[in-house]
């Protein structure tokens, strides 16, 4: 297969692949791989798998293609094709929670020689960087990671990568309980998508969907969770898990799911949350998402403390922690300490009952969630937070008590307002 063959063969997977027949233009793409000795050619259409299997969740199979990308980018010896071989490798890893490796390749990416596509693609290695240290509970590198990631998207007029951080803040900030701004920025996202977005995937429209859901559920906002997350009966039909069944997005329809078991367990509805929690968790399995697993396991686990079915919840915790230890994930270890706590605090067993003490408190060091002004937990309670430039995290209340000029942490100048 020669090289104009090739690129229309690429073209027509991309136009069934953008009308929703997968496995079709699958089927092309991997005759193309078969059969074209166009190396450009099997890189371009080997980026387009490792694409495609992403938003399908099929990861091994991503890591798989990412792998050879990078033997066919070393073969075309161009920088930009190893720069975007290396961030896809570290996307699949990302994807499968080897977070460590993920930081590892992309710190290879921005270790390599100046390319034309560094500007272009810089930002996306930061955002997959931030990714990774949010899934260790790294919390200033990932604010970090996502600040740079924002500076390129802004200095590029990358609306697209800017959804996508947005997206990621709202997560961060979910995670360490300020839920204005857990609401905030998947907000913006959607604004992103409503006034930049109309030649875009529908993805971004529903992972905006999706991250306002949770951030509602949090606050309290049940009804407007359900809406954001539904399948769309209520006639608004732009809703998260709408998008992730029309587009076989797995990864999605576990996260919605998931979404849908919590907002069930937060009404008192657990007859309902116990078979979503199921059904998230089997697609967690399928897809490799172990982090996704922890948070279904620990949804479950508390749905069987508010059964008062102890010893389960325990069981489930043990499961949950053994995940949480293998991927590197602190604050779900420090929350399943802090569930252990309370269930042998009520047993009345004090030798276990100290060892997760110890071990909740030790979480806390190692996640530094904790403001260095007034030396109070962050992350126990809704909060509203400020980050500094240096991207440490404090209370804004402590920040505007105290009117402080430079970082508490690392006396570094907090004049020069952060972007997030």
């Known amino acids: 297969m020669g090289q104009d063959q090739t690129k229309q063969q690429i ?69 930009d094709f190893l720069l975007e071989s290396y961030l896809n490798l570290a996307r699949s890893n990302e994807k499968l929670c080897e977070f460590h490796k993920t930081i590892s390749y992309c710190k290879t990416c921005l270790g390599l020689p100046g390319t034309r596509a560094g500007a272009q693609l810089g930002g996306q290695v930061s955002l997959s960087m931030g990714n990774a240290f949010l899934g260790l509970s790294v919390f200033q590198k990932a604010l970090e990671s996502f600040e740079k990631a924002l500076r390129y998207a802004h200095n590029n007029d990358d609306a697209m990568l800017e959804c996508r951080v947005c997206c990621s803040l709202g997560s961060f900030y979910a995670q360490v309980k300020d839920y204005e701004k857990a609401l905030f920025f998947p907000c913006k996202a959607a604004e992103l998508v409503n006034d930049y977005g109309k030649g875009w995937s529908l993805k971004y429209r529903a992972m905006s969907q999706y991250h306002m859901a949770v951030a509602y559920r949090l606050l309290g906002h049940l009804g407007s969770a359900m809406e954001c997350c539904e399948v769309g009966q209520r006639g608004r039909g732009q809703e998260s898990m709408k998008i992730a069944l029309q587009h076989g997005d797995r990864p999605l329809q576990a996260l919605c799911l998931l979404c849908f078991a919590d907002i069930h367990r937060s009404r008192g509805d657990l007859e309902t949350a116990f078979p979503r929690y199921d059904s998230a968790m089997s697609i967690m399995t399928e897809i490799g998402n172990r982090l996704g697993q922890v948070q279904a396991l620990l949804g479950v686990a508390k749905c069987w403390v508010a059964r008062k079915a102890l010893d389960k919840a325990l069981d489930v915790i043990e499961r949950a922690q053994d995940l949480a230890e293998e991927v590197g994930n602190k604050l779900s270890q420090l929350k399943l300490h802090c569930l252990s706590e309370s269930i042998y605090r009520s047993k009345g067993l004090q030798r276990e009952l100290r060892a997760h003490v110890v071990r909740f408190h030790e979480c806390v060091e190692e996640t530094e969630l904790y403001c260095g002004l007034c030396g109070e937990s962050i992350g126990e309670k809704n909060s509203r937070l400020q980050a500094l430039p240096c991207s440490h995290i404090f209370h804004l209340r402590c920040l505007q008590n105290n009117g402080t000029r430079s970082c508490p942490n690392c006396r570094r100048s907090s004049m020069k307002p952060g972007f997030v």
């Not at 997968?22 to 193309?32: C, D, F, G, H, S």
């Not at 099997?42 to 099929?58: D, I, N, P, Q, Y």
Request: proline letters at 0%.
């Open 11 to 79: 073209e027509k997977g991309l136009q069934l692949y953008q009308s929703n027949q997968t496995e079709k233009a699958l089927q092309v793409w991997m005759k193309v791989l078969e059969k074209s000795s166009d190396l450009m050619g099997r890189f371009r259409v080997l980026g387009c798998l490792v694409t495609a299997h992403s938003e399908m969740g099929r990861y091994k199979e991503m890591l798989k293609f990412a792998v050879v990308q990078i033997d066919t980018a070393r073969e075309l010896e161009d920088a």
